[in-house]
């Protein structure tokens, strides 16, 4: 069975940094990539950035390359980070942790996702 857990969220002002992790429970997860997305109040949910499943090849998106960094460490359970630096009012969302089937490092679509966390939240103030 399969879950995916974020933590890491909260309040920061404009400029700071937070870095969420997801752990990763399920042994098909190993040959999954993995991915962060994130949903603004009122707004759709968007694709953010992906790890390959072995930790080598990354993707982002253009609304947060250069700032956010994406990265997995493959252990018993797998791990997921995402450092966020330089945060905007405009990445205040609900960030959820996903997994998809896909073993490479490519923009994911939310009906490729087989898996999803919980979400967490990022407030970040002016």
């Known amino acids: 069975q399969v879950h995916l857990v974020e933590s890491g969220g909260g309040l920061v002002q404009a400029g700071g940094s937070l870095r969420l992790s997801c752990a990763a429970s399920?042994?098909?997860?190993?040959?999954?990539?993995m991915g962060w997305f994130r949903q603004p109040p009122g707004k759709e949910r968007e694709h953010l950035a992906s790890?390959?499943?072995?930790?080598?090849?990354?993707?982002y998106s253009d609304s947060v390359k250069g700032r956010f960094t994406i990265s997995r460490v493959n252990a018993e359970n797998t791990m997921v980070y995402l450092q966020m630096n330089n945060l905007k009012p405009e990445d205040t969302a609900v960030y959820f942790c996903?997994?998809?089937?896909?073993?490479?490092?490519?923009?994911?679509?939310?009906?490729?996702?087989?898996?999803w966390g919980q979400g967490t939240q990022v407030t970040v103030s002016s």
């Open positions: 996903a997994a998809d089937p896909y073993e490479g490092a490519q923009r994911m679509t939310i009906n490729g996702v087989d898996y």
């Open positions: 399920g042994r098909e997860l190993s040959t999954y990539s």
């Open positions: 790890v390959n499943w072995r930790g080598t090849n990354t993707y």
